[in-house]
C-alpha cells in the first residue's frame, strides 16, 4: 500500500467538485474517518453530470436531473459559489472568496486537493468574428443555450469530430436539427479510433441525417446568430443558426501556475504516481492533472470522468494518510448513441506506430450470438498488437452489441500485459441468448496468431 | 507457441462433434490447411446447440432452429450417424460402423481427437420405479420430449438446482407449466454460487411462479407419466405431470477405456496442457476431457461449451502439428433467464475455503448507471479474494445489469492474476447512459481493501 504518513485528524482542502473533486473527498473520508474535508467549488451547484449533457441536449434526460445534491457526511464540507483565489503553500492556506457575498476566507490546510479540471479550447486558427451563436460544452448553462438555439433554429454546425463533437451531433439530430459536423482529419475520431473503425460511425451518423464534412477544418465563423457562416480551409461556406464547437480542452492551470506548481508538457500540473504535484502536501487529480499512458509513458491530458475518479480516489487517499497509486492509464472510453456503441482502450494502430511499436493488428465483425436469437446484433472489434512479443496494445470496437464487455476485458487484458496467446487460454462465460462460444476478443487473437506464424515463417525462409 | 511436429499432410480423426468436436476439426484445418479431417459423429444431424435447448423449452426458439449445416470445407468429411466403435492406438485405426447401413469402416489417422462428451447422469440415490414421464436433457430428442410433456401436462417436477435445472425450471414456467425445483443443497447452483448470491436467483424463480423445495433431496419417483410422485428424503411427496432431471453429467469415456486411455479421478480422460492423452497422437477435448481448474489445479471436469470449444482447439492444432496449450480452467459460466442474468468466474468463497485460501470477501449492490436514467438497472457482484496478498479468486455477479461484462472483465482479471490493488488501478470505459464511473469491481476491491487494512490492523496492535 505505498508509503503511509499517519495525521490524526488531517484538514483536507479539496479544489473543484467535478469527478476528481467528488472522489478526492469520498475517499479522504473514506481513509481517515477523522479528517475533516473542506471543498470549494464555483459553481452554484455542487455535484452535476457533465458527461449526460449530450442526452440532455437530445432530449432523452431533463437538464435539471444532471444536478445531484451533495453528499450528507459528517466532516465533509461542500462550499459552493466559492473560488479560490490563491494558495500559500509554505503556510499552507487556501485564500478564497464566497462569489455571492464577496466575502473572503482563509483556510488552513494539512494536504490539498486541486481538482480545477478543464474548459473548451478553441483552436487561434479558428477566427470568430461574431460570437453570437456561438456555443462550446461545459457546464449545465452551456447546455441549456444550446437546447435554447436547438429550439429556435433549425440547423446547426459542429466543429471537432471528437467523442463530444459527436454526441453533440447525434444528440441535435435526434431533436431534428439538420446538423452538419466538421472535423479537419480525414475521419471522425481522430485521437481515438483508426480510420477504418472510424467509417463505421461516419457511416452510421450519416444514416442518422447527420451530414459530414472531412478533411476540412474550420477558419471562420461570421454572422449573428441564427444565420451563421462557417467558412473552411478548403474555402467551403456552411449555413447554420448556430455553431457549436467541439475544438478540446485545456487544463484550468490559472491557479497551479499562481501556485508556482510544475506545469507538464501538456498542460496538466505534473505529479508522480501518488498524483503529488511538486509542493509538499499538493495532490492534483482530474483534468487538470498530467496523467502517464501507461503503454508508453507519454505525459498526457485525459480529460475524462473515468481517469478524473481514479485519479481523485488516489489523491484523497493520499492527502489523508493513506497510500495509494496509479502508474497510468489507457484512455479507456466508449460512446453510446442511443444503442450504436463504439470506443477503445489501449493505444490505436497510429499511435502504436508512431511510439515505435511493430504493429500487426486485425479487424472482425460477427453476430453477437447466433443468429437464429432474433435480436441478435453485429460488432466490430480490432486489436492492435505488437509482432514482436505478441502483447496486446490496443483494442476498438464498433456496434449494437455489448462493447462494453469488449473494451474493459481488452483494457484488463492490456494493463496485465496480456499476449495474443494467454487471450486465447481467456475461458469467458457464455450463454448463447446472450453471446457466442467464442469471444471476438478471441477469434481476433486467433487470426493474429496465425498472420504472425505467416509472417516469422516467410522471414526465416531463405530469399 | 510450444513444439511443433511437421507432418506434411496429417490424417486427422476427430470423434463427436459438439463444441469440442466442431472446434478440433476447424482449427486443425485452419492450422494445416493440407490436412484431411474426418469426424465420426453418432447423432443424425451434424451440428447442433444444445446450449439453446431451454430457449426452445420456453418457446422463445424453434427447436428446429437449433440444427445448423456443418461448415462446408474442403478436405473437412463429417460422417454423421456414424459410430466408432474402436480404436486401434497402437496401428492408427479407427474402426466405424455406419448406423444406417450397418457397414463397416476402418480409417487411418495420424492423430486422433477424442470429442464423446458427455452424458446425463442420475444419482444412484433416486430410485426410479417408473420412468414413464422422466426426461433428461441433452440432445433435440429430449428437448422434443419434454416440449410435448409441457403441451400436455400441467405441472412439472425439476430435479437438481444446476444451472441446467434452473433454466429448465424457468423455461418451464414460462410456458405456464406449474414448476416445483428440487435441490438437495440447501440453496440452489451449489456449485456455482455461494448461498447469498443464489437466494437472488431464488427470489427470482420464486417471483415468477416456480415452487422451490431446497434442502430436501429426491429418493424415490413414482407413478405414470401424467401421474408422478416425486418423493424425497424428508419425506415431501410432489404431484407432477412429468419430471426432468437435471442431476449432473459424467463423461462419455467408453471408448476412451477402450482404447486403454488413462481416466482421472473426475471420470475425464487424463491429458496433459496440449490436450494430449496417453496413447502416441490421441487427444481428448470437451466434456470428455479431464481438466485443472486454473487455481487450485484440481482435476475436474468441466461439462460447459466455453471450455468444450478452447480444449477442441488446442486439441485441433495440435492434432494437425501447431501448437497451443490450455493451463486450466476458471470455470467461467452465466445464465440468463430473460434478462435476468447471474454467473460466476473462478473460485466461490467455499471452495477458496476448502482449498486453504484465507478468504475476504464482499458483496455491493448498486444500479449500473445513474438513478436519472429511467432503465438503470441493479446489478450484484461479490469478490472472493485472498486475505494474504490480496488477489482475486473468484467473482459472481447476479441482476438486470451488464452481468456478462463484469464476469469476464473477472475472468481475464484472475487469471493474470489481479489483487484487488492493481483493480484498483483499472481505467475502464464510461459512458453514463451505459454504466456508473466507479466500476462495481472497483466499489467491491475499495471496500475489501479497506476491510484487509481494518484486519491488519487489528492484528498488528497488541492483545
Keep these: 500500500m505505498g508509503r503511509c504518513t499517519v495525521i490524526s485528524a488531517p484538514r483536507v482542502v479539496v479544489v473543484g467538485y467535478g469527478a476528481a ?5 469520498k475517499y479522504a473520508k473514506a481513509t481517515n474517518r477523522s479528517c475533516t474535508v473542506t471543498v470549494f467549488e464555483k459553481r452554484r451547484y455542487a455535484v452535476y453530470h457533465p458527461c449526460s449533457i449530450p442526452d440532455a441536449i437530445a432530449g432523452t434526460l431533463e437538464l435539471s436531473s444532471l444536478i445531484e445534491d451533495p453528499p450528507v457526511t459528517p466532516g465533509l464540507e461542500v462550499l459552493t459559489a466559492t473560488v479560490v483565489e490563491d494558495v500559500d503553500t509554505g503556510g499552507r492556506v487556501v485564500q478564497a472568496r464566497d462569489l455571492r457575498t464577496g466575502k473572503k476566507l482563509n483556510v488552513e490546510y494539512d494536504a490539498l486537493v486541486l481538482a480545477t479540471g478543464s474548459k473548451p479550447s478553441i483552436p487561434r486558427s479558428i477566427r470568430i468574428e461574431d460570437s453570437s451563436g456561438v456555443y462550446t460544452i461545459k457546464t449545465l448553462e452551456d447546455a441549456e443555450s444550446v437546447v435554447m438555439a436547438a429550439r429556435k433554429h433549425a440547423s446547426a454546425a459542429v466543429v471537432g469530430g471528437s467523442a463530444l463533437g459527436v454526441e453533440i451531433a447525434h444528440a441535435l439530430a435526434k431533436r431534428g436539427v439538420r446538423v452538419t459536423l466538421v472535423e479537419r482529419f480525414h475521419n471522425l475520431l481522430p485521437e481515438g479510433l483508426d480510420p477504418e473503425m472510424a467509417k463505421k460511425v461516419e457511416e452510421r451518423l450519416e444514416a442518422e441525417g447527420v451530414a459530414l464534412v472531412l478533411g476540412d477544418g474550420v477558419s471562420e465563423i461570421h454572422g449573428e446568430a441564427g444565420a451563421k457562416r462557417v467558412i473552411t480551409g478548403g ?14 480542452v485545456r ?18 500540473v505534473k505529479v508522480d504516481s501518488r498524483m503529488a504535484a511538486s509542493a ?7 483534468d487538470v492533472a498530467e496523467v502517464r499512458e501507461l503503454l508508453t509513458g507519454k505525459p ?3 480529460p475524462f470522468a473515468n481517469t478524473a475518479y481514479l485519479t481523485g480516489r488516489v489523491a484523497g487517499i493520499n492527502a489523508a494518510g493513506g ?34 511499436f511493430h504493429v500487426l493488428s486485425t479487424v472482425v465483425t460477427v453476430q453477437e450470438k447466433p443468429v437464429f436469437y432474433p435480436d441478435s446484433k453485429p460488432v466490430t472489434v480490432k486489436l492492435i498488437v505488437d509482432s514482436v512479443d505478441g502483447r496486446l496494445l490496443g483494442t476498438q470496437a464498433v456496434g449494437e452489441g455489448d462493447v462494453l464487455e469488449k473494451l474493459n476485458l481488452a483494457a484488463t487484458a492490456i494493463a496485465s500485459g496480456f499476449t495474443i496467446e494467454k487471450l486465447l487460454t481467456l475461458e469467458l462465460a457464455y450463454t448463447p441468448s446472450l453471446n457466442e462460444v467464442f469471444h471476438p476478443l478471441l477469434l481476433a487473437s486467433d487470426a493474429l496468431v496465425r498472420l504472425r506464424e505467416r509472417k516469422s515463417r516467410k522471414k526465416g525462409s531463405p530469399a
Excluded: D, P, Q
Design 280 to 286: 509538499h502536501g499538493v495532490y492534483a487529480a482530474g
Design 251 to 268: 487544463a484550468c492551470n490559472e491557479l497551479a501556475r499562481r501556485m508556482g506548481l510544475e506545469i507538464g508538457v501538456s498542460g496538466g
Design 300 to 302: 498526457i491530458l485525459n
Design 21 to 25: 473533486g467528488v472522489a478526492a473527498a
Design 235 to 248: 474555402g467551403r461556406v456552411l449555413e447554420a443558426g448556430f455553431v457549436v464547437l467541439a475544438t478540446g
Design 323 to 356: 497510500g495509494a497509486e496509479l502508474e497510468g492509464v489507457l484512455r479507456s472510453w466508449v460512446v453510446n448513441l442511443g444503442g450504436f456503441k463504439f470506443g477503445a482502450a489501449g493505444l490505436t494502430e497510429a499511435e502504436a506506430r508512431e511510439a515505435g
